[in-house]
């Protein structure tokens, strides 16, 4: 892979984490390349039509100097839908700013995803 090649930053998993607080929702929209190791997030939405009309800023050839931008609606057909409460928001947190660990993710998102 070359440094072009490795600047390129393609997320293999999408994450849409929804938390009730007091009667309101917040969502938050994570991105993961989990072969390069990085993560992006968006958050601050209170409705899930304002989250589904944002468009995501990533570039989709490498070494290019054109961005385009995805509609978060094309993504949310492959995304994983996250219903949590408070704690775990926060856990979800902690883990997307801790080193890149696909065995605490996988065992977070299983044990997140059958409530």
Same mark, same amino acid.
């Given at each position: 892979? *070359?440094?072009?090649?490795?600047? &390129? %930053? @393609? +997320?293999?998993? /999408?994450?849409?984490?929804? &938390?009730?607080? !007091? #009667? ?13 190791? #990085?993560?992006? @997030?968006?958050? #601050? /939405? *209170?409705?899930? !039509?304002?989250?589904?009309? %944002? ?7 490498? #070494?290019?100097?054109?961005?385009? @931008?995805? +509609?978060?609606? &094309? ?14 928001? !926060?856990?979800? !947190?902690?883990? %997307?700013?801790?080193?890149?660990? &696909?065995?605490? /993710?996988?065992? %977070?998102?299983?044990? *997140?995803? *059958?409530?």
């Amino acid at each position: 892979m *070359n440094r072009r090649q490795q600047k &390129k %930053f @393609s +997320p293999s998993t /999408w994450i849409i984490a929804a &938390k009730q607080t !007091e #009667g309101r929702a917040y969502y938050a929209l994570y991105a993961i390349d989990w072969k390069r190791g #990085g993560r992006l @997030s968006w958050e #601050g /939405w *209170n409705h899930l !039509e304002d989250l589904l009309q %944002f468009h995501i800023p990533i570039k989709q050839i490498a #070494g290019g100097r054109k961005s385009s @931008s995805m +509609p978060a609606a &094309k993504i949310a057909k492959r995304a994983l839908h996250l219903h949590l409460n408070d704690a775990q928001f !926060e856990q979800l !947190e902690q883990l %997307f700013y801790q080193p890149l660990s &696909k065995k605490r /993710w996988r065992s %977070f998102i299983q044990m *997140n995803r *059958n409530q």
